[in-house]
């Protein structure tokens, strides 16, 4: 609803920017076009008071039009327009945000170390070392080494080079096949993919044999294409096998890659730091309409342990499931779990304690079907 009041504005503006610039535009021409008649006559007179009669008719002429009063209008409709536009994105893009501020003790140690490792998770070194010396956070070193080592292998793939990625695949290939991932197999395979467009058909063989037959167990139809391309060695480009030579397929392993480096490393491929902030960033709008309804009660902000209203993020902010009563339409928690009822329906405790009025033994009928149930029936959920 707010961005269709911003674009009707817009609209609004741009609607009277159209009439003011249409009516300058007649106004000029009507007056270019007296001027040149007035030039024109005078250039066709001989006597000097033939010209001065022209120009006096001239001057009448462009009084009477009024130009300045044709464009005083559309221009202040415009004016006001535009105003309003104004106020109106000044109040939607520029509020106050320190309303949504909570008084939070930060460990401010954390934080440092959280801020030391979003610089070494994306990419930047140099201001990552600068932060760590000058905030005297050690504890993210070893972080720095590894994330160092991780995307100097993907610049070594920008240039084709599989060496470094195959090199760290076969140091962590336990790791790896625990983690049910084939990383290493693609790797192999883009490898064989340059020898064969690249180099001979016997040394294409001996990659296979050497490199990629100890994963036929599990992966023997992807073998048998990889091994077909021999056939085609130095000519895949006319091979019925072009699609595996897609530029996309390093784009795609570069990416899988980093996933699964991340993974082995106890950490997200997206930085936690800026994960939270686009979070906050898509929450705020939320948190800063209900800071405006409760502007008289800002104690009570504080103090509060869970919002009154639902904040919704999109699916890549949501890491497990989550449980809202249908009842009581509040989200499950440590200290009001989701309860099965026996006949399968699922309620938070809370609900449950009302529904029995406290009584454990009393008997209350489910809300979503005849069954009565009995409160030490009930059994509590994990998700």
């Known amino acids: 609803m707010e961005l269709n009041s911003i674009k009707d504005a817009f609209d609004r503006v741009t609607k009277k920017q159209k009439l003011s610039s249409s009516k300058s535009q007649e106004a000029i ?7 040149e008649l007035a030039l024109s006559r005078i250039q066709s007179a001989t006597p000097q008071s033939d010209h001065n009669l022209i120009i006096s008719e001239l001057k009448a002429k462009l009084k009477e039009m009024t130009p300045l009063g044709q464009l005083e209008g559309p221009q202040k409709e415009l004016n006001l327009a535009l105003s309003k536009y104004t106020k109106l994105l000044e109040k939607q893009f520029n509020p106050d945000i320190s309303k949504s501020y909570r008084n939070v003790d930060f460990d401010f140690h954390t934080v440092d170390q959280i801020i030391a490792s979003h610089l070494y998770h994306e990419n930047m070194f140099d201001v990552g070392d600068c932060f760590v010396k000058e905030s005297h956070v050690e504890a993210v070193v070893d972080k720095k080494t590894h994330f160092l080592e991780m995307y100097q292998i993907l610049e070594s793939m920008k240039s084709r080079d599989l060496g470094p990625a195959l090199k760290w695949a076969t140091t962590n290939h336990d790791k790896l096949q625990q983690n049910g991932s084939d990383i290493e197999l693609k790797l192999h395979s883009l ?21 990629i037959s100890p994963f036929a167990d ?3 139809p992807e073998i048998q294409k990889l091994t077909a391309c021999i056939l085609w060695t130095g000519k895949l480009e006319s091979s019925p096998y072009t699609e595996l030579l897609s530029p996309t ?13 991340c993974n082995l490393l106890g950490e997200s491929i997206q930085s936690p730091l800026s994960m939270t902030v686009a979070a906050g960033v898509q929450g705020l709008p939320t948190l800063l309409k209900l800071m ?12 509060m342990k869970q919002l009154p209203v639902p904040v919704d993020l999109d699916q890549e902010f949501q890491f497990h499931s989550i449980f809202v009563c249908p009842v009581s339409r509040d989200q499950a928690s440590e200290d009001n779990p989701p309860m099965l009822l026996s006949c399968g329906h699922v309620l938070c405790k809370q609900s449950i304690t ?11 009928k489910c809300p979503y079907c005849p069954t009565e149930v009995q409160v030490g029936q009930c059994r509590k959920l994990h998700f």
Request: aromatic letters at 12%.
């Open 29 to 35: 021409e009507q007056m270019s076009q007296e001027i």
């Open 191 to 211: 490898q064989f993919m340059e020898i064969v467009q690249n180099g001979s058909r016997d040394e294409a063989l001996k990659y296979v044999r050497t490199y």
């Open 218 to 220: 599990q992966h023997f």
């Open 249 to 261: 397929h390093w784009v795609k392993l570069a990416h899988e890659l980093a996933q699964q480096f």
């Open 292 to 303: 405006n309804v409760m502007a008289g009660k800002k104690q009570e902000w504080q103090c």
């Open 354 to 364: 009302k529904l029995s009025k406290n009584n454990s033994t009393r008997p209350f």
